[in-house]
T-cell receptor
Framework: EAGVTQFPSHSVIEKGQTVTLRCDPI?????LYWYRRVMGKEIKFLLH????????ESGMPNNRFLAERTGGTYSTLKVQPAELEDSGVYFC????????????????FGPGTRLTVL | GQNIDQPTEMTATEGAIVQINCTYQ??????LFWYQQHAGEAPTFLSY????GLEEKGRFSSFLSRSKGYSYLLLKELQMKDSASYLC?????????????FGRGTSLIVHP
């Protein structure tokens, strides 16, 4: 079974440019999450999709970030325009299980996209 | 916010035992995960604790005390390949679901 995949693995852009990151979750996983890790800091939650709906986007830093999950399959995260502080590793994760379930809901992570904004 | 604290770095010898601690604020707690992350790779699931006590899985065990807001990951018979970052993540309610809050990770270095 294929795991969570992310594209690209690395992206180097200049301040003010636009970048779109893609995540393909494990097939059949309704829950999809985006996280970001800035160097030296912890992994931070950005948002959570259940199928195509945004369940929780409380972690999105500002309106320069736009996430979509059309059709409830893959997801994209667009940063426009990119700023220096957006540099970091962007992880995607997916899980089975119902949103709001109090039980164990294991998240499977992708390898991340390393974004560098110059 | 919910602070998750774990040591930044630990070193240990091959074949030894190491314990990595994690403390968190208890309000709203709904489960604790441990992940292993090798450099440049995805975090991979190691364990999940929601009730007090010890969960053992091969060379790895994880302990939880909900009243103390404390967990540890115990690694036995250390191998060189265990050198990695170990992430403690605690689930708290958020937006109608349960989202893990991560610690900064503990970088474990295993030497011969």
């Amino acid at each position: 079974e294929a795991g969570v995949t992310q594209f690209p693995s690395h992206s180097v852009i200049e301040k003010g440019q636009t970048v779109t990151l893609r995540c393909d979750p494990i097939s059949g996983h309704d829950n999809l999450y985006w996280y970001r890790r800035v160097m030296g800091k912890e992994i931070k939650f950005l948002l959570h999709f259940v199928k195509e709906s945004k369940q929780d986007e409380s972690g999105m830093p500002n309106n320069r970030f736009l996430a979509e999950r059309t059709g409830g399959t893959y997801s994209t995260l667009k940063v426009q325009p990119a700023e220096l502080e957006d540099s970091g590793v962007y992880f995607c994760a997916s899980s089975q299980g119902l949103a709001g379930s109090p039980g164990r809901v294991e998240q499977f992570f992708g390898p991340g996209t390393r974004l560098t904004v110059l | 916010g919910q602070n998750i604290d774990q040591p930044t770095e630990m070193t240990a010898t091959e074949g030894a035992i190491v314990q990595i601690n994690c403390t968190y604020q208890t309000s709203g707690f709904n489960g604790l995960f441990w992940y292993q992350q090798h450099a440049g790779e995805a975090p991979t699931f190691l364990s999940y604790n929601v009730l007090d006590g010890l969960e053992e899985k091969g060379r790895f065990s994880s302990f939880l005390s909900r009243s103390k807001g404390y967990s540890y990951l115990l690694l036995k018979e250390l191998q060189m390949k265990d050198s990695a970052s170990y992430l403690c993540a605690v689930r708290f309610p958020s937006g109608g679901s349960y989202i893990p809050t991560f610690g900064r990770g503990t970088s474990l270095i295993v030497h011969p």
